[in-house]
């Protein structure tokens, strides 16, 4: 479709044609697995373009997609929350409610660099934009993009009651406007939510519903987190086997397909179960490895569980000996929530 509009003689049609064709390279890119060479390219050629032409909704919508490739791809979640306000920001100055509720979602990297309550202020601003309609902003980056601004906001926040009624309610929503993409996300987040509230059966039943649509769907990234949270479940219930499966196929997916803002957890996830069977450098290994991603990264939310999974392989592997190291990391953990 690009070289198509690219191949016809400049006007205001042919410039949208094109506009649009990068777009949609770029949404369906992140979820498929879009090189960073081929992102980089089609997002400059689309930045030029919207820009010239004056239209500001475009370039929002433009860079939301582009955060997303850079964050959740990538991993680069500073790039992506950077990304996602100048989205929004954007979409604000254009006036347009539906590129404002469309945009929103992408405050999801807010969330990785631990920036929850002004990621929530943009959820809570565009819910309040669409006024009750459902339909506002459908299709331009997600098929509901309404309902997935509740689910985003219920994992952003801390009150495990509101969060769940938020992630039902978007559940609903996205079921009811047939986007069944956002209802296998929203069992994955509500599997993230089990784990908080130290459901394992809960969180396992979550995830297989997630995986199921994944598999259906055949989204690349929705394989990888799917198997993630099977893995998360699993660890929950002690079945180190299979969560180790489930993590290091959800990783297999993830490196081949490059979807990397989860990294971090993941590797602290695997050393867990690691522990549990007993590897215990293996174990320590692959947390410290988690650590040091999430770090780098600057994903405060993914540094959070990688400390925290630290601290407990510490205390598994060497007990009190290692006390300092615990309090160290736990301190940590405490200092990033």
């Known amino acids: 479709m690009r070289e198509l509009a690219d191949a016809l003689p400049e006007s205001g049609e042919t410039v949208t044609l094109g506009l649009a064709a990068r777009s949609f390279s770029l949404i369906y890119g992140w979820r498929l697995g879009i090189s960073h060479e081929e992102a980089e390219v089609v997002f400059s050629e689309a930045e030029r373009m919207a820009s ?49 509720v469309g945009a929103a979602p992408t405050a999801y990297g807010l969330f990785c660099t631990g920036e929850y309550r002004e990621g929530v202020s943009i959820y809570d601003r565009a819910i309040e934009l669409a006024d009750g309609d459902v339909t506002v902003g459908a299709g331009i980056l997600f098929a509901c993009p309404y309902a997935l601004c509740h689910a985003l906001k219920g994992i952003h926040l801390l009150e495990l009651e509101e969060a769940r009624r938020l992630l039902e309610q978007g559940r609903k929503i996205a079921r009811e406007q047939g986007d069944i993409e956002q209802v296998g996300w929203s ?20 995830a297989q519903q997630a995986l199921e649509i994944a598999e ?40 081949e397909r490059r979807h990397a803002e989860h990294d971090a957890w993941r590797l602290a996830l695997l050393g867990e179960s690691y522990l549990g069977l007993g590897d215990l450098e293996r174990a320590r290994a692959l947390v410290a490895e988690g650590v040091e991603i999430a770090q ?42």
């Open 216 to 255: 259906r769907i055949g989204g690349s990234f929705l394989r990888a987190m799917a198997w993630f949270h099977i893995g998360l479940a699993e660890r929950m219930r002690g079945e180190w086997q299979r969560a180790i499966e489930a993590l290091e196929r959800s990783l297999a997916i993830a490196r």
């Open 187 to 206: 069992h994955m987040w509500s599997s993230w939510l089990a784990y908080f509230q130290g459901e394992p059966e809960a969180a396992l039943a979550h």
């Open 296 to 337: 780098t990264r600057g994903h405060r939310s993914g540094e959070t569980h990688a400390s925290l999974a630290l601290a407990r392989v510490l205390l598994g592997s060497a007990g009190p000996a290692a006390r300092a190291e615990i309090e160290a990391a736990l301190a940590r953990a405490l200092e990033l929530t």
């Open 52 to 100: 010239k032409a004056g239209d500001i909704g475009s370039r929002a919508i433009l860079l939301s997609a582009y955060g997303i490739v850079r964050g959740l791809n990538e991993g680069d979640v500073r790039e992506y929350a950077r990304l996602a306000r100048q989205a929004f920001a954007l979409a604000e100055e254009s006036g347009d409610p539906a590129i404002c």
